[in-house]
């Protein structure tokens, strides 16, 4: 069904069954697949292809050659029905690849609010996101990734399958993560190693002068202190009962099934 407030090229092919909001703009040559919703105001771009089962929120920008919702690339993929959600106001651009999960694990992939993902990015099956994040060019998420709200990923990054990155992080360009990457964390090379906090994303972010010196105590006990992890989560317990940062921190270390960048 598509709403009569939209616009949809006439050389663009829509299914039947897709269910077109108003507002929605839909480029030359595009193709809009089975249960496929889209919703209110979001811009669709020339010679994109959306595949179904797919939910795709209001106010987003999908960018030319761009393939949403595909088939997972996983052997073990028999045509089960699974799933791709995208929130609002995401800027998908040229030639980024979103694929849809696995009834192998959680059956969906799925985008938040406010992200900006930069051209040639893939985002594999089973994979979250949060919101407001940001994906430079060419930057590969494997299976069963998942980002955390404000992380951002520096240009043609390698994320490992099961792995985390941690909200308000940093990943430098090139990097190649195996291990989980704390909230708060600046981190790049091959395989990445720590450098510190990202002090300027949490500046920008207004994070308070007491709770980025908590954050450089917790580096450092983590860190820098020689210590094993189990140790340094003890010596943390204080700490992270005065600030939530500090709490977020430990509790994202605690909880690493991967083990951490360290």
């Given at each position: 069904?598509?709403?009569?407030?939209?616009?949809v090229?006439?050389?663009?092919?829509?299914?039947?069954?897709?269910?077109?909001?108003?507002?929605?703009?839909?480029?030359p040559?595009s193709?809009?697949?089975?249960?496929?919703?889209?919703?209110?105001?979001?811009?669709?771009g020339?010679?994109?292809?959306?595949?179904?089962p797919?939910?795709i929120g209001?106010?987003?920008?999908?960018?030319?050659?761009?393939s949403?919702?595909?088939?997972?690339?996983?052997?073990?993929?028999?045509?089960?029905?699974?799933?791709?959600?995208?929130?609002?106001r995401?800027v998908?651009?040229?030639?980024?690849?979103?694929?849809?999960?696995?009834?192998?694990?959680?059956?969906?992939?799925?985008?938040?609010?406010?992200?900006?993902?930069?051209?040639?990015?893939?985002?594999?099956?089973?994979c979250?996101?949060?919101?407001?994040?940001?994906?430079?060019?060419?930057?590969?998420?494997?299976g069963?990734?998942?980002?955390?709200?404000?992380?951002?990923?520096?240009?043609?990054c390698l994320?490992?399958?099961?792995?985390?990155?941690?909200?308000?992080?940093?990943?430098?360009?090139?990097?190649?993560i195996?291990?989980?990457?704390?909230?708060?964390?600046?981190?790049?090379?091959?395989?990445?190693?720590?450098?510190?906090?990202?002090?300027?994303?949490?500046r920008?972010?207004e994070?308070?002068?007491?709770?980025?010196?908590?954050?450089?105590?917790?580096?450092?006990i983590?860190?820098?202190?020689?210590?094993?992890?189990?140790?340094?989560?003890?010596?943390?317990?204080?700490?992270?009962?005065?600030?939530?940062?500090?709490?977020?921190?430990?509790?994202?270390?605690?909880?690493?099934?991967r083990?951490?960048?360290?």
């Open positions: 069904m598509i709403d009569a407030l939209a616009i090229d006439p050389r663009a092919v829509v299914d039947p069954s897709a269910k077109i909001a108003a507002g929605v703009t839909i480029g040559f193709v809009i697949g089975a249960d496929v919703e889209i919703g209110a105001d979001t811009w669709i020339p010679h994109v292809v959306i595949n179904g797919s939910r209001k106010e987003n920008k999908i960018f030319q050659f761009s949403i919702g595909e088939e997972p690339q996983d052997k073990k993929y028999k045509g089960e029905p699974t799933f791709l959600e995208i929130g609002d995401n998908i651009r040229e030639y980024c690849t979103f694929n849809r999960g696995t009834s192998q694990d959680i059956g969906y992939t799925r985008m938040g609010n406010d992200n900006w993902i930069m051209a040639y990015v893939h985002i594999a099956h089973d979250v996101v949060g919101d407001n994040t940001i994906f430079a060019n060419n930057t590969t998420l494997a069963h990734v998942n980002i955390e709200d404000y992380a951002i990923l520096g240009g043609a994320i490992h399958q099961f792995c985390t990155i941690g909200a308000h992080s940093f990943v430098g360009m090139g990097s190649h195996a291990k989980d990457v704390p909230p708060y964390l600046m981190v790049s090379g091959q395989p990445a190693a720590p450098h510190g906090l990202n002090i300027e994303g949490l920008r972010r994070f308070s002068a007491e709770a980025i010196k908590a954050l450089r105590k917790a580096y450092k983590v860190y820098r202190s020689s210590l094993t992890v189990a140790k340094a989560l003890e010596q943390l317990q204080e700490l992270k009962q005065e600030f939530a940062e500090v709490a977020q921190f430990a509790d994202f270390v605690a909880k690493s099934e083990g951490i960048v360290r």
